[in-house]
């Protein structure tokens, strides 16, 4: 028998990312880089206010990818991101509207300036910390700012517990543990980088994201394979003795 599109039905088609950046964290006591995840706040029913990840529907003629970089640079403001495919969401009640998939991506970028296309369904785009806390049985990834706390809650791998709409709290933990794999077995730290950065600057976030208590020599020492020193030093901070700025070794 012959196939015939209209033989069968179709969902809408959407596009998610979970877009991950490194930020400067200054107090009285402490400087130092961490982990930031891109929310948008929505701006249209259903769960308007809220915050999600943020993305869109599919438009004819257009990749997955063409489509994540089209929402990422309306609703956010982003233009220049490395993106990484994640995963197929396709849960039977994963949005109130209808029968809608989602192509999820990871994105890594620089924690750039955000901005809200005037018609675009997101009200507004934010930076928020994002912290990976784990004890004996449940992880629990605490996103936050001054004045918003969200969590998702895993056992053994499952989303038990989640403040986030749709299934956005699922995408946000397979995204954070898909960049614990490619931090630790791809060196994709780099890729959360500017070019030029201090050993610490690298420390930081790799300590957050992988949950390692290691000392920055320690660190230092295994990193010299991969980095090289270059000429320049850091003057951002205030410190008596300036840090040196490193660079990615290019691969030969």
Excluded: C
């Excluded at 000392?215 to 008596?240: C, G, L, V, W």
Aim: glycine residues 4%; negative net charge; charged residues 35%.
């Amino acid at each position: 028998m012959a196939y015939s599109i209209t033989d069968y039905e179709r969902p809408s088609v959407a596009v998610d990312a979970a877009v991950f950046g490194v930020d400067d964290y200054k107090s009285s006591t402490m400087d130092e880089k961490i982990l930031k995840i891109l929310l948008v706040k929505r701006g249209e029913e259903p769960f308007k206010d809220m915050y999600a990840l943020p993305g869109g529907f599919l438009r004819k003629d257009e990749t997955a990818e063409e489509a994540v970089h089209r929402e990422l640079a309306e609703e956010a403001g982003v233009t220049d991101s490395k993106i990484i495919p994640l995963k197929v969401y396709s849960g039977k009640n994963r949005d109130p509207r209808g029968w809608i998939i989602s192509a999820a991506f990871i994105s890594l970028t620089n924690t750039v300036e955000l901005s809200t296309a005037a018609d675009s369904d997101a009200a507004n785009a934010e930076w928020l910390s994002i912290r990976w806390e784990v004890t004996d049985k449940t992880e629990k990834l605490i996103i936050s700012d001054d004045e918003t706390k969200l969590e998702i809650i895993a056992d053994e791998g499952k989303v038990i517990k989640s403040d986030f709409p749709f299934d956005h709290g699922m995408i946000i933990y397979d995204a954070f543990k898909k960049l614990q794999d490619e931090v630790r077995y791809h060196d994709i730290i780099f890729d959360l980088m500017p070019e030029f950065f201090t050993v610490s600057d690298l420390h930081g976030p790799y300590q957050m994201i992988l949950q390692k208590n290691e000392s920055i020599q320690a660190f230092r020492k295994r990193m010299t394979p991969k980095i090289e020193e270059t000429e320049m030093y850091d003057n951002t901070t205030a410190a008596h003795r300036k840090s040196k700025l490193y660079r990615r070794k290019k691969e030969e």
